[in-house]
C-alpha cells in the first residue's frame, strides 16, 4: 500500500508566506499599511586625543561606497528586530578593512553574524593623513546599528567639537585662522560634495600650536596637508584657567567652501 498526503486548501485562507527580502535603504508599505524603512548606520569610535603626527583620521567613504548596501538581515527583519553590534577593525592605509571581529554583539544572532561581513565586503574608508603626507591604517572599533524604522532620521555630520574645560579666558589667534585655511584653498578644486572644512587645533600655554587635526577635511590629502600647514605656524595668547594660569585648550576653526 503507498501512502500520500492530501493537502486541501480552505476558500478564503491563505497559507503563510515567507517575509520577502529587503535591501538595506529600502521602503515598503506593510500589509496592514505602515510606511517601514531596512536602516543601518555606521559610527566610528574615535580616541579622546590622536597622536599629534596625524592631520586626519580615518573616516566612512560613504560617496564611493554606501554604507546601505545589500540586503538586510533576513532573520530578523520579519519581527523587525534591530540593534547596535560594536567590532574592532583592521584598516589597510588603501582604506580597504582586513580583519574584522564582534567586540560587544547586539545579543541578536542574525545582527552579529551580519555585521563583519557586510564591513569586509561592502565599506571602505578615507586612510588616516600624517603632517607629512603619508597615509596610515588604524585599528578603531565601528558601532553598526540596524534598524526597521518608520521615517528616516535626519543626517548629521559628527564633528570634534572642543571638550568644555573650566577656562577664564579662551584662546586668541593673533593672526586669522580663516584667512590661512581660505589661502590653502584657493585655486584649489574641491569634491561638490565638501560645503566647508574644519579643523581643531591643540594650543599650548605658550601659544603655539602642537596639533592640527582636522574634523571636516577634504579627503584630498594634498589639501588636507596644506590646510594644517597653514595652521601650524599660527600663534595664540594661551587660554587661562579661572586663575588665571595658561592652560593648554583646544580651538576649532571652519571655513566654507570658497
Not at 535603504?25 to 580616541?47: D, F, H, V
Amino acid at each position: 500500500m503507498r501512502w500520500g498526503v492530501a493537502l486541501f486548501l480552505v476558500p478564503g485562507v491563505a497559507l503563510a508566506q515567507e517575509a520577502p527580502v529587503r535591501m538595506l535603504g529600502e521602503k515598503w508599505t506593510t500589509a496592514s499599511g505602515l510606511n517601514r524603512r531596512a536602516a543601518l548606520r555606521i559610527m566610528l569610535r574615535y580616541p579622546d586625543r590622536p597622536p599629534p603626527e596625524l592631520i586626519r583620521r580615518v573616516a566612512l567613504n560613504p560617496q564611493d561606497f554606501p554604507v546601505e548596501k545589500g540586503p538586510y538581515p533576513h532573520a530578523a527583519l520579519a519581527s523587525e528586530q534591530g540593534g547596535t553590534v560594536r567590532v574592532e577593525l583592521t584598516i589597510a592605509d588603501t582604506g580597504v578593512p582586513t580583519a574584522c571581529a564582534v567586540a560587544r554583539p547586539s545579543g541578536i544572532a542574525p545582527l552579529d553574524a551580519h555585521a563583519c561581513p557586510h564591513v569586509l565586503r561592502h565599506i571602505r574608508f578615507y586612510p588616516a593623513l600624517t603632517r607629512d603626507g603619508r597615509r596610515m591604517g588604524a585599528t578603531i572599533e565601528a558601532s553598526l546599528s540596524y534598524s526597521v524604522i518608520p521615517t528616516v532620521p535626519s543626517a548629521r555630520a559628527v564633528g570634534m567639537l572642543p571638550v568644555p574645560l573650566p577656562i577664564g579666558k579662551q584662546a586668541l589667534p593673533l593672526t586669522s585662522p580663516e584667512l590661512a585655511m581660505t589661502a590653502a584653498l584657493s585655486g584649489r578644486t574641491l569634491p561638490p560634495q565638501i560645503g566647508s572644512v574644519g579643523a581643531r587645533l591643540r594650543i599650548e600655554t605658550d601659544g603655539r600650536v602642537s596639533a592640527c587635526i582636522l574634523y571636516r577635511p577634504t579627503q584630498i590629502d594634498e589639501i588636507d596637508k596644506a590646510l594644517c600647514e597653514r595652521l601650524a605656524p599660527i600663534r595664540f595668547t594661551a587660554a587661562t584657567d579661572t586663575d588665571g594660569q595658561p592652560i593648554a585648550s583646544d580651538y576649532p576653526v571652519a571655513v566654507l567652501r570658497p
